[in-house]
């Protein structure tokens, strides 16, 4: 995995936050920090893509 993008909609869909994530080298995960405060996570769609060398992406969805 070379990149890892994060973004998050509101109830109507509207984007409310999204960045790049960061690697972390020691156990190999991404992370993603907010930089705004959003009051309630509830009905927010999160949107994770990861590319890889050769320009692959796989892309996740998960509402919470």
């Given at each position: 995995?070379m ?16 960045g790049?994530?960061v ?42």
């Amino acid at each position: 995995v070379m990149s890892v993008s994060v973004d998050l909609f509101d109830l109507n869909g509207a984007k409310a936050e999204g960045g790049m994530a960061v690697e972390d080298k020691k156990d190999l995960n991404w992370n993603y920090t907010l930089t705004t405060e959003i009051a309630s996570l509830t009905g927010t769609k999160i949107v994770v893509k990861a590319s890889d060398k050769p320009g692959h992406v796989t892309e996740k969805e998960q509402t919470v």
